[in-house]
C-alpha cells in the first residue's frame, strides 16, 4: 500500500480457515495507452491468511513447531526462490493438517511461494483475448483443465467475470520422515473481464481496465480453491 495499491476486497474461505485480501494497482500513466486502473504493467495482487487460532490445538501446535519467530523476515526470498524457511515436515503433520485445512497443508509443503498466477486474457492480441478459445487450446495440445463445480469455464453470477483453470501438476514430495507422495503444486488461471454495462458503447480499441468488470467473485473463488487445493487427493479430468 505504501506503492499505491489499494485495498479492493476481501473474501473469506471458512472450510479452509482462509480469509484473503486483493489489491488493485495504482493509477499509473502509460504513454499511449491513458491513465487509470490496471493500465501500466502493475498486476492485481492477492494475499492470503491462514487463520491458525481457528484450527484445532493439534494442528496449531504443529505450524507453531515449524514456524519460527524470525521467519518472517525471509518470507519474500523464501517466495522467490521457491524453498522452505522451516525443517522439511513429516507426512503425519501434513496429513493432519489435510484433515482440516488442505490450504494450510499447502502451505507448510510450499511455505510462501506463488499459489497461483492469474492471466488477463482480454489484455492479450487476437484469438487468444478470448477465454473460450483459450479453453479450447489448452484442451486440444492435451493440458489438464480444472473441473470447478463440475464446470471448467466458471462465471460470476453477472456473467462479466468468466475463469478457466489449468490442473495443477503435481511433484513428488519427500517428507521428514522418508514418505514420498505426490503434492500439487502452484497452478495457473485464466481470466476474461467483460465491459461493464455503462460502458458497452465505448469502442473496442478504447476499453480500458476501468471500463470492464472489476473484483473477485466469491462463489467462483470458494470452488476454484477447493478444487484446486483436493487434487492430491481427487483427480481432475
Known amino acids: 500500500m505504501d ?32 491513465h487509470g486502473l490496471g493500465n501500466g504493467p ?25 514456524l519460527k519467530p524470525e521467519g518472517g523476515k525471509q518470507a519474500i526470498l523464501s517466495s522467490t526462490l521457491g524453498s522452505l524457511i522451516w525443517e522439511k515436515p513429516t507426512s503425519a503433520d501434513f496429513n493432519q493438517l489435510v484433515k482440516e485445512s488442505e490450504y494450510a497443508a499447502w502451505a507448510l509443503i510450499h511455505g510462501y511461494t506463488l499459489n497461483h498466477l492469474a492471466v488477463a486474457v482480454h489484455r492479450l492480441k487476437h484469438r487468444l483475448s478470448d477465454i473460450n478459445y483459450v479453453q479450447e487450446y489448452f484442451q486440444d495440445i492435451g493440458f489438464k483443465l480444472n473441473k470447478v463445480g463440475g464446470d471448467i469455464l ?19 514430495i519427500e517428507f521428514a520422515d522418508g514418505v514420498t507422495e505426490p503434492i500439487t503444486a502452484s497452478y495457473i488461471e485464466f481470466v476474461q473481464r467483460l465491459v461493464l454495462p455503462q460502458f458497452k458503447d465505448v469502442q473496442i480499441d478504447e476499453i480500458k481496465e476501468f471500463h470492464r468488470r472489476e473484483g473477485l467473485e466469491q462463489a467462483n473463488a470458494n470452488r476454484i480453491m477447493q478444487s484446486a487445493l483436493s487434487q492430491h487427493k481427487n483427480e481432475t479430468n
Open 42 to 66: 502493475l498486476p492485481r495482487l492477492v494475499i492470503a491468511e491462514l487463520l491458525v487460532d481457528e484450527l484445532s490445538p493439534e494442528s496449531q501446535e504443529i505450524i507453531r513447531k515449524y
Open 154 to 172: 466458471n462465471e460470476s453470477e453477472d456473467g462479466l467475470l468468466l475463469q478457466v483453470t489449468l490442473a495443477s501438476e503435481k511433484v513428488a
Open 3 to 34: 506503492y499505491g495499491y489499494k485495498i479492493g476486497g476481501r473474501l473469506e474461505f471458512p472450510k479452509n480457515k482462509v480469509q484473503l485480501v486483493w489489491l488493485s494497482p495504482p493509477d499509473i500513466h502509460v504513454p499511449g495507452d491513458g
